[in-house]
């Protein structure tokens, strides 16, 4: 591994545990639960668990923790795996908890046969009332005294359907005592019927997460299982288990979930967005998912860079959403291909222009020497946008007025002579001369001028649309914020502007190419534009307000 970087704690861990022969190799899981999209958080996961993986030279398990058939899809499995594909990673397994229901259902056969384990008939109002408080120990009831026998004998009828969905529930018998309320004796089995996505109707029993999730682990073998901070009460549990069946010593560490402003990172939360119209779908270009951020043009790399920079915490902590944009930037500067769009276009006409057209050459990307060039046609009617130009400009105006001199992006220096309105007042036609020895590249004019606008021909323009995003909430902490976090949805979270002009060569580029927009930002096709109606979403503005926040 790269010994530049200073290591995490679980990187320590893990050199640690490599050298003290505790494991050969290492592997890991990435364990989500199949009842929602992976958001930016389960990004973070992702690259933590695959990034060890690789740089510690092992592998690491794509697992569904599918326990609970009520919320869990096959449409969310789809989704998953084709997102933790495009982040750029390989699992060496795809798993389900489902997979090891039969060997559960053993396991906790074995619990009751060691007297470990029992068959509890209270309501989850009475058990909640006699596990008493973290202060105040609870009390047992007679249930917790059943036979191995009849024990073993109750949690068969549970499973052959005896008996209604929460009449009774299999508990692991620990204590009532522990100041850790996850261990007074947890649930390990509850009765419910429902199809679930994968075992259909096979089980009216499912384990709870404490008796699948560390279970999972030591029949896959997994070394290190990493969390996230809210299951640190859980971990005695994940031990006991492992301990009491005498499995696989699979053990677990975690690290504080990435929280980011203006976002929410709650699977349930986002559901209920698309579900009530608040987005157009689990893929909106709004949405902190990874299908989202991918329709909306953002790389994977610059999201592992992101998850890179952030590191990890053993402490909550909230991300600035401007570092994740920065990160975007970042990429993009590198590898999008600059390409002119007139967004509120006003017609220029250059007067003493007398060829029908030509071509000219317009670099690809000024920070990427290998970009090449594109041709873009030229001609005597251009649009430019309605901003570039002021009827009485003021002092420092460096765009378009009457007698000033701007350049033309890649062509020529231009002069206004004059230009017209329309009958409500609206400056309708501009009307310029060119200098023909000040083309771009071969300029011998001696011209000096202080702006450059971008244009398109207005015969070769094409026509296209542009969606342009802010945030989505417009609170910093949506999460911790009072009151419905559906209140703070931000009303002008997208702008769609329905006529805009670009450059034909729009009509040969592929729909995966990545763009700067001179002067407006970094722009990608949605999944709805087609070569006859292109559509382009804003992936992020140009400006780089988190780097300048950096070095205030
Ligand atoms: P949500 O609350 O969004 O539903 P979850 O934790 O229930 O999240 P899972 O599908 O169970 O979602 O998560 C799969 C893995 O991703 C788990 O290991 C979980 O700890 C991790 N994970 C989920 N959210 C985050 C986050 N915000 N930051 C880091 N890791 C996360
Ligand atoms: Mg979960």
Known sequence: MSEEKSLNFIEEIITNDLAEGKCKSILTRFPP????????????????????????????????????????????????????????????????????????????????????????????AEIALQKGTPTMAGTGNDFRNRSIAENLALFNEMK???????????????????????????????????????????????????????????IENITHSICTLEFIPHRPLYEWGIEQLGIFPSKQYEFARLNMTYTIMSKRKLLQLVTEG?????????????????????????????????GIAKRENIIDFSLLEFCVREHLNKIAQRRMVVTDPVKLIITNYAQAEEMLSSENNPEDTEGGVRQVPFSNELWIERD??????????????????????????????????????????IYATYFDNSKSGADTSGLHVKGTLHWVSAKHAVPVVLNEYDRLFSVEDVANAEGDFKEYINPNSLNTT???????????????????????????????????????NRTVTLKDAWAKEQKK
């Open 33 to 124: 639960e199949p009842n929602g999209y992976l958001h930016i958080g389960h990004a973070k996961s992702i690259c933590l668990n695959f990034g060890l993986a690789t740089r510690f030279g092992g592998a690491t398990n794509l697992r569904f923790d599918d326990t609970n058939p009520t919320t869990e899809e096959t449409e969310y499995v789809d989704s998953i795996k084709a997102d933790v594909q495009w982040l750029g990673f390989n699992w060496v397994k795809e798993c389900y908890a489902s997979d090891y229901f039969d060997q559960l259902y053993q396991y906790a056969i074995q619990l009751i046969e060691k007297g470990v384990a029992y068959v509890d008939d209270s309501s989850p």
């Open 160 to 218: 052959e359907g005896k008996y209604a969905d929460g009449a009774k529930v299999l508990r692991a018998k620990i204590g009532l005592s522990s100041p850790n309320m996850h261990m007074r004796d947890p649930l390990l089995y509850r009765i419910k019927r429902a199809t679930h996505h994968r075992t259909g109707d096979t089980w009216c029993i499912y384990p709870m997460y404490d008796f699948a999730h560390g279970q999972s682990d030591a």
């Open 278 to 310: 608040h987005v157009s779908s689990w893929d909106d270009p709004r949405m902190p998912t990874i299908s989202g951020m991918r329709r909306r043009g953002y790389t994977p790399e610059s999201i592992r860079d992101f998850c890179e920079r952030i």
């Open 388 to 429: 570039d130009f002021m009827e009485e400009p003021t002092k420092k105006y460096f765009r378009l007025g009457p007698d000033l001199m701007v350049r033309l992006k890649s062509a020529y220096i231009i002069k206004c002579e004059r230009f017209e309105k329309d009958a409500a007042g609206n400056v309708q036609t």
């Open 498 to 536: 329905t006529i805009a002009w670009g450059e034909p060569a729009f009509l040969n580029d592929a729909p995966e190419m990545r763009f700067q927009f001179l002067r407006k930002g970094y722009f990608y096709q949605d999944t709805i534009s087609t070569k006859d109606k292109l559509v382009f």
